[in-house]
């Protein structure tokens, strides 16, 4: 495939639930900008997280269906799926009745992140964990954490728990450091990675661009990977073939 439709599973484009896009005209300007990179396809990922937003999911829910109603309209080809970015605390797993609300659009995945300054074995743990309950853990923007940049072989561990691995596209491209850009060169020659995504907020930090992350990878790691972190895993993820 060329970078023409990919998939972009995390980011925070929908409006007025976290410190993303803040109205349904912010979500649109962000949509707009996904399309003309080659985006295709956006889950839809608000943070629930005590500092970042913890909207209640009707409201989600409700924001969700009027921003799908207007993209039907206005950009017919651009697909739109609910999922959530769950900041991991063991608490999330004595809820009761529906887990939906912390689950990429009505599959097993949850996208989970943790503080940067996490501890191995707490991640370790998580995923054990959330496994065990039967869901299936994606541990978000895995080279933001300090302890997986300074021993890049947790992410080995992580994936032979049975972790799937997500890092965003602008730590691809150098553009959160150099030794977090070395530890991605390592996940990505070791074939760790699962998902690449922008993790957008706005136009002006973080956009829904992922062409350029696309063009390195699979020039250096070539056309089939780039096809499965860009698009294809995303894909079976959301036919629950993951
Ligand atoms: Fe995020």
New binding site residues.
């Given amino acids: 495939m060329n970078s023409i439709g990919m998939f972009d599973m995390?980011n925070?484009i929908l409006f007025g639930v976290d410190d993303g896009a803040k109205t349904i005209e912010d979500s649109l300007a962000l949509i707009k900008v996904a399309y003309n990179d080659g985006i295709r396809g956006l889950v839809l990922?608000p943070?629930f997280h005590p500092k970042r937003g913890m909207a209640h999911y009707a409201e989600v829910v409700e924001n969700f269906n009027e921003l799908v109603d207007v993209v039907e309209e206005r950009i017919p080809d651009m697909q739109l799926y609910l999922g959530r970015?769950v900041y991991y605390r063991s608490d999330i797993l004595e809820t009761k009745g529906s887990f939906d609300k912390y689950l990429m659009s009505g599959t097993a995945c949850m996208l989970v992140?943790f503080s940067t300054t996490v501890e191995e074995n707490y991640i370790k743990n998580a995923v054990s964990n959330l496994l065990f309950e039967g869901y299936q853990p994606i541990v978000?923007?895995v080279e933001r954490y300090a302890c997986a940049v300074k021993n890049k072989k947790l992410v080995d561990e992580l994936k032979s728990i049975g972790a799937y691995i997500q890092i965003n596209a602008d730590s691809v491209l150098g553009k959160t450091g150099f030794a977090v850009k070395q530890a991605v060169k390592y996940y990505l020659k070791n074939g760790l990675v699962d998902f690449i995504s922008s993790?957008a907020h706005d136009l002006k930090t973080r956009k829904p661009e992922l062409a350029a992350a696309y063009a390195y990878v699979a020039k250096k790691f070539g056309e089939d990977y780039a096809g499965l972190l860009f698009r294809e895993n995303a894909i079976a993820m959301l036919n629950g073939e993951l």
């Fill in positions: 995390h925070h990922t943070h970015e992140e978000a923007h993790d």
